[in-house]
Every structure is written in C-alpha cells, then in structure tokens.
C-alpha cells in the first residue's frame, strides 16, 4: 500500500494557483487542493491525507474524509509538521510505503529519518500535471474508437439506421 500526506498550506504556498486562491480566500485554495488531491487519488489508488494545521483554522481537530481523501485540521496548538510526524510513524511498517509532500526542508530530514520519502511541492505539481495529460490521452484514444457491430452493414444500411433514429424516416 502507498500513502501520500500531504502538508497542506505548504503545497498552498508553493503552488501558483493556490496562491493566488489563498490571497483572495483560503477556504477556496484548500477546497482546490482537496479536489487536485482526490484526482491524484482516483488515478493512482494510492491512500492521500491532506494536513492543514490550526495556524488558518482556529479550534479542535477534526478529521473528516471528501472525495476519498482524508483530510485532517489539527489541533490548536500543533503543527501539521507535527501532526505528519506522528502519521508517519502510525502508518509506516513493511506493508506501507509513506510518500510525505512538503517543500520543508526540516520536515523533509524529519520524516526521511523515519521511513518515509518526499516529494517535493514541484514534484507532485509535475506528477500532477502527468497525471492530466494521461487522462486527456485516454480520452482522446476511447473517443476515436468506434465500437465494433457484430453483423456486417453497409453504408446504404449504416445511413438509414441513422436517419431512423434522428426521426427523419
């Protein structure tokens, strides 16, 4: 199994649309994220934590799960390092490999340390934008493939099926 947590505001600021979402309100860059994330997750079936910690969102943690992501508000007082920190050393064993995405070059050592790999905020925007290319190419490949009838028809005949069935005969 591959698990991939995600330091949340560090990827908000290091991304340029989430940014610029950020600058005119963070709810809308979280939910950006979370949506970037879930198609991440759809494509790879990898397991995908995203960590926002309580420096934006003020009160208790929470934790709650949108579009088969997990998403975790931490404490008041903890950081996200903190809290990914802890989920590395809860989820990692031989069975699990833990990706943590951040551009923290401490957080990065930390979670080295422990077993887990990095990616960095570049990487997984890279890895992000492959991922869309991929999809638009199987779109294109399935839209050009016509599906094989199972008898022989002519064109005389194709066409007067088609006409029957836009209404014309």
């Known amino acids: 199994m591959v698990v991939l947590i995600v330091d949340g505001y560090n990827i908000i ?18 939910e950006r994220l979370i949506q970037l994330m879930a198609e991440y997750q759809a494509y790879s079936g990898h397991r995908v934590i995203v960590v926002f910690d309580a420096y934006y969102v003020k ?5 709650l799960s949108q579009y088969k992501v997990d998403i975790i508000y931490t404490k008041e007082k903890e950081t996200a390092d903190e809290c990914i920190e802890k989920l590395v050393k809860k989820i ?5 490999q833990v990706y943590v995405a951040t551009s923290d070059y401490a957080e990065q050592r930390t979670i080295f340390g422990q077993g887990a790999l990095r990616k960095s905020a570049r990487e ?3 890895e992000l934008k492959d991922i869309e ?3 638009k190419s199987n779109i294109v490949q399935h839209q050009q493939v016509k599906p094989q009838t199972k008898i022989e028809l002519s064109q005389e005949i194709l066409a007067k099926f ?3 069935r836009r209404g014309e005969l």
């Not at 979402?21 to 709810?27: A, C, V, W």
């Not at 009160?59 to 934790?63: C, L, W």
């Open 13 to 30: 600021g290091a991304w340029d649309e989430l940014q610029r979402l950020k600058d005119k309100e963070i709810g809308e860059a979280r």
């Open 59 to 63: 009160g208790t943690e929470s934790k």
């Open 92 to 96: 990692k064993n031989v069975k699990t």
């Open 124 to 126: 997984l925007y890279i």
């Open 133 to 135: 290319r991929e999809i």
């Open 162 to 164: 088609e006409k029957m």
